[in-house]
């Protein structure tokens, strides 16, 4: 029986995935999400909504309220499916969206860091607040809020990196720095 190890391969990727497999994974899993969202969205909305067409003619008997609740769980159905499919598509499309970004960076700048992630961040919080018509202000507050959050998680995969044995520069940089310090 052979004991030997052989490298591993995927030690320096982010979330120990080649980036087609990272992408197709987010986008099913913010796919998945943003169905569950949208269903639940779409379920109270359009009950809210039903009650509120329909609340000057209540039903006065028995059969009646037995119609109104199967009449409204059957709207309250086909609405939560709409509004599941559209926020499914809108969630894969952006979390998809900001990893080919990161992914993207990673290739072009040839190192899987966090400073890739932050700046994936930024622009797709950027690209979201002019999208949504946001003003100077509270754009600014998005981008802050969306480099900070990238930022996090770019902190969070190097750390995930480093910790399965990874290289990460300004990781190896210190350690480096703490070795030189400890033999002075």
């Not at 900001?98 to 797709?124: I, Q």
């Not at 946001?134 to 969070?156: C, E, T, W």
Request: with cysteine.
């Amino acid at each position: 029986m052979d004991t030997t190890e052989e490298p591993d391969l995927l030690r320096n990727e982010r979330f120990h995935l080649k980036p087609y497999d990272r992408l197709m994974a987010v986008a099913t899993l913010s796919g998945v999400i943003g169905v569950g969202l949208g269903l639940y969205e779409g379920i109270k909305t359009s009950s809210l909504r039903y009650l509120t067409e329909n609340a000057h003619r209540l039903p006065t008997t028995v059969g009646g309220w037995y119609f109104y609740h199967k009449k409204k769980n059957y709207v309250m159905v086909i609405s939560g499916c709409k509004q599941a499919v559209k926020y499914g598509i809108k969630y894969s499309i952006g979390v998809s969206s900001f990893f080919l970004l990161e992914a993207g960076l990673d290739y072009v700048r040839h190192t899987t860091d966090f400073l890739n992630t932050t700046l994936a961040g930024t622009l797709m919080a950027f690209a979201h607040g002019t999208s949504k018509q946001m003003s100077r202000v509270q754009r600014f507050n998005h981008v802050k809020k969306g480099a900070f959050l990238a930022l996090m998680l770019g902190i969070g995969q190097d750390f995930l990196i480093s910790a399965r044995g990874g290289d990460v520069w300004y990781v190896n940089k210190f350690k480096a720095f703490e070795r030189d310090r400890a033999t002075i």
